[in-house]
């Protein structure tokens, strides 16, 4: 027996935007609720966007898990075709399944260590410190994917440029000037709560346009995927 299973890319995006919507409308919600009414109540935290292990930080891991099981579909059968980009595929996979579990754990915020800023003499756009080493694993990465871009198809390709800098401009460039804020004035007001809500809505834009370059990228240059299951006898001992 065959089973098909036909996805649309458009469908799809669409369905998450509606979820991308309301998350943004939520975030926004709660954080004048906070500091413009001072109000506390427990839901506010489900709907947080700059906390974890809430409702929009578990979307923003679905989502990023997705792109990396996509993007190992990919890597599959870039593999199976002696592609000399398949690597590149691959690890790509592998970022996206970190970066998932990521967004529910925040290890990056390991660094966010107040004695660990003071003995750098850090502060102003450098307050958050993981943004040193997210830079530079930012400028690593393009570097070593630039060929690898330019091998892509021109829509996939300014696709996935588009992506990543919406995403990295919420995850770097919103970071850094939530972080200048903060230093100067503090973390717990509606100004600093509006930038990081801001930071996460580029954050979840940029992985939707990711999730599209990929399912688009799979219609049009993947064959078939053939997804088989088998059933083992359960033999009497």
Known sequence: MKFQISISPRRIVAFLSIWVLFFS?????V?????GFNYRGRWIDLFHLDRELNYPSWYQSFTLLFCGILLGV???TKKKQDDRYFR???ALSIMFVIFALDESLSFHEVLIIPDLRKALHLGGLFYFVWVIPGAIFVLVTALNYFKFLLHLPSK???LFIAAGGIYIGGALAMEMVGGY???LVGLRNLIYGTIATTEE???MVGVLIFVYALLAYIG???EDIDVRFKVLEDRDR
């Open 156 to 158: 996939t390709r300014y």
């Open 201 to 203: 809505i580029f954050e």
């Open 88 to 90: 590149h595929w691959k």
């Open 181 to 183: 804020y903060a230093d």
């Open 220 to 222: 049009r240059y993947i």
């Open 31 to 35: 954080q004048v609720l906070r500091y």
């Open 25 to 29: 409308v939520a975030g926004f919600v």
């Open 74 to 76: 990919i890597a599959s």
